[in-house]
């Protein structure tokens, strides 16, 4: 590529200004790209309703430009307000998908073909770019990009999957009939044959796709983890000084992990019935889309606080607490997610309530802060001593934004 062609293309489905999973990674990537002196071009869908992603403001500027393409998947489009006639049309949406789609008929990228190409095609002989990058889920994407790619050639293609694919509980994976969970391998196949590089998050993700066709497309696989955005991280309020023990928490709150929400609500009942004057420092916020199950879990302490979402205000949150927490379920226990990236600027010792897996093991191993069990045996021993704990400078060095940039063009050779 020359230097006068600083030109990528970018295919996300929800980047920002959507507010929906996964613009965050590749809305920040596109902001460092951009700071570099590079061009974005986003293919992204239009927006769902009103709310604006908490990553607008990373985007804004003139070297990224978005197109979008209207949703066509019905699932999304046969809403009328009534439960009864909706339970019926969306079962007619799911039948209409399927005539339209092979595969999961619960993508939501179903429709987009067409018109994906023509605006596809229009971009790189506009922009002359040499590689484009494509994200899923929707997983669609990755298949009409990679098919595209098969049938006319002229770029190379990067695809980033965020999430399991073949292995996935949702988008209807477990239920899909044989023919139509083999139509999904197909395009798993389509897209590790055409595609130059193959991304996820997390080295566990890629593991689905090893053995197909006996691993010949193992060498295109690679681990392109999460990482922090310093610009989320100015000066912040400091942690008060007071006795307070204070531990915060911002995400989902994943089903699966609720037995362990469970399991912490019954350690703070012995706590309070055998110590009640270290019960009344403790301090826990929950910040989720979800405060209602925090409500229930923990209906017996007033100690834990839940509510809604704050977007990037809990970074300031976190700023004056004393725990930040990890909190993970069976599905993902080895996933290290955007959080676990995010938060380390903060420098705050993390707190992990989930099974046992590669993350607890490394947050243990690593000295950068404790199980549940283990946080409360050391304060039933009153043996919680904060030295024990910390970020270390290589976490810092390797895991920022920039990093993770530098990484994607080491292996492009994009200058």
């Known amino acids: 590529m020359s230097l006068e062609n600083k030109n990528i293309i970018l295919i996300n489905f929800d980047f920002p200004p959507n507010f929906g999973i996964g613009g965050r990674r590749w809305g920040k990537i596109a902001k460092d790209f951009a700071s570099r002196g590079f061009n974005v071009y986003v293919i992204k869908s239009e927006p769902l309703d009103g709310q604006i992603s908490h990553w607008t403001a990373d985007v804004q500027s003139s070297s990224i430009r978005t197109f979008s393409i209207p949703r066509k998947a019905q699932l999304t489009r046969f809403s009328v307000g009534n439960s009864v006639l909706d339970s019926i049309t969306y079962k007619l949406a799911i039948k209409l998908n399927e005539w339209k789609e092979k595969g999961t008929p619960f993508d939501l990228a179903i429709g987009w073909k067409a018109e994906f190409n023509r605006l596809l095609k229009q971009l790189l002989s506009e922009t002359q770019a040499e590689w484009v990058f494509?994200?899923?889920?929707?997983?669609?994407?990755?298949?009409?990009?990679?098919?595209?790619?098969?049938?006319?050639?002229?770029?190379?293609?990067?695809?980033?999957?965020?999430?399991?694919?073949?292995?996935?509980?949702?988008?209807?994976?477990?239920?899909?009939?044989?023919?139509?969970?083999?139509?999904?391998?197909?395009?798993?196949?389509?897209?590790?044959?055409?595609?130059?590089?193959?991304?996820?998050?997390?080295?566990?993700?890629?593991?689905?796709?090893?053995?197909?066709?006996?691993?010949k497309w193992n060498t295109k696989l690679y681990e392109l983890k999460h990482f922090f955005d310093l610009d989320d991280c100015p000066a912040f309020p400091q942690r008060p000084n007071d006795d307070t023990l204070r531990i915060v928490y911002g995400g989902e709150i994943y089903q699966e992990g609720e037995y362990f929400l469970e399991k912490m609500a019954a350690d703070l009942d012995d706590l309070k019935q055998n110590n009640s004057e270290l019960y009344s420092r403790l301090e826990f916020s929950f910040f989720t889309v979800s405060p209602h199950k925090i409500t229930q879990i923990f209906a017996r302490h007033s100690i834990v606080k839940s509510a809604n979402s704050i977007g990037d205000k809990i970074f300031s949150e976190i700023a004056k607490s004393d725990f930040c927490i990890i909190f993970l379920a069976e599905h993902n226990r080895n996933f290290f997610t955007t959080k676990y990236f995010e938060y380390l600027p903060l420098q705050k010792p993390y707190l992990f309530i989930g099974p046992e897996g590669k993350v607890s093991e490394e947050i243990e191993a690593n000295k950068m802060g404790c199980s549940w069990q283990s946080f409360i045996d050391r304060l039933k021993q009153e043996k919680l001593d904060f030295t024990d704990f910390g970020i270390a400078s290589e976490q810092l060095e390797n895991n920022s934004l920039s990093a993770r940039v530098d990484e994607i063009i080491g292996l492009t050779n994009l200058k």
């Open 134 to 215: 494509c994200t899923g889920a929707p997983f669609n994407l990755c298949y009409y990009a990679a098919e595209y790619l098969r049938e006319n050639g002229g770029f190379k293609l990067w695809i980033d999957l965020r999430d399991p694919w073949l292995k996935a509980k949702n988008y209807g994976m477990p239920n899909l009939s044989k023919k139509r969970y083999n139509q999904e391998i197909d395009k798993a196949k389509s897209v590790l044959s055409n595609a130059d590089i193959v991304s996820s998050p997390s080295d566990v993700l890629l593991d689905e796709l090893r053995d197909l066709d006996h691993g």
